[in-house]
């Protein structure tokens, strides 16, 4: 299985600041269609989770351009450029490179 | 508009067996992979397995290969996970999702309790 690896897992930000969450699989994510099968979600508290970013770099339907992915292969980060209170929850990447899809273990981001 | 909406909350005893669902509207279910997902409370996400339900292929976790059932009933638009026999260890949150290029629609998910 493909092992995804995130950190911070605890990301105090004090609104308006940017934030940065970086997530690394064991193996590469970059399919021979040049794109890298790598998501990101936000776990908002007690809703299930919402799609952030889409292949690595794709902001989903409705996701405010604060939100912004990057990285290819095995190393990817996902920026808030100024956090809003709203930003609260755990945010999850997630491969789709092989089944079993696998995810990381989710950086709680909070409110200073 | 995509909807995924799930079952309501289960509590079982251990032994005991449980069918879960999730019904998809505002698109036929056929035409797009199905997985589910478990959270333990207060742990991350787990993908569990899904299925195409246009032709019922179906893939496992290995972690839960054999501890589970996903199928689908394309005619109602109906995906379902099932236990033959419940462990207090499967006490969660189960969601399932709709996989287009990314998992964009999540069911509300559905609290399992087994105890």
């Known amino acids: 299985d493909i092992v995804m690896t995130q950190s911070p897992l605890s990301l105090p930000v004090t609104p308006g600041e940017p934030a940065s969450i970086s997530c690394r699989s064991t193996?590469?994510?970059?399919?021979?269609?040049?794109?890298?099968?790598l998501d990101w979600y936000l776990q908002k508290p007690g809703q299930s989770p919402h799609l952030l970013i889409y292949?690595?770099?794709n902001r989903a339907s409705g996701v405010p351009d604060r939100f912004s992915g990057s990285g290819s292969g095995t190393d990817f980060t996902l920026k808030i450029s100024r956090v809003e209170a709203e930003d609260v929850g755990v945010y999850f990447c997630?491969?789709?490179?092989?089944?079993?899809?696998?995810f990381g273990q989710g950086t709680k981001l909070e409110i200073k | 508009e995509v909807q995924l909406v799930q079952s309501g909350a289960e509590v079982k005893k251990p032994g005991e067996s449980l069918k879960i669902s999730c019904k998809v509207s505002?698109?036929?279910?056929?035409?797009?992979?199905i997985a589910w997902v478990r959270q333990m409370p207060g742990k991350g996400l787990e993908w569990m397995g899904s299925?195409?339900?246009?032709?019922?292929?179906?893939t496992y976790s290995p972690s839960f290969q054999g501890q589970v059932t996903i199928s689908a009933d394309k005619s109602i638009d109906t995906a379902y996970l099932q236990w033959s026999s419940l462990k207090a260890s499967d006490t969660a949150i189960y969601y399932c999702?709709?996989?287009?290029?990314?998992?964009?629609?999540w069911g509300q998910g559905t609290q399992v309790t087994v105890s």
């Open positions: 999702a709709r996989q287009t290029t990314s998992y964009a629609h």
């Open positions: 505002g698109h036929g279910l056929s035409d797009y992979w």
């Open positions: 299925i195409y339900p246009r032709n019922s292929d179906t």
């Open positions: 193996q590469s994510l970059l399919r021979s269609d040049g794109d890298n099968y």
């Open positions: 292949l690595g770099s």
């Open positions: 997630m491969q789709s490179q092989q089944t079993p899809y696998t």
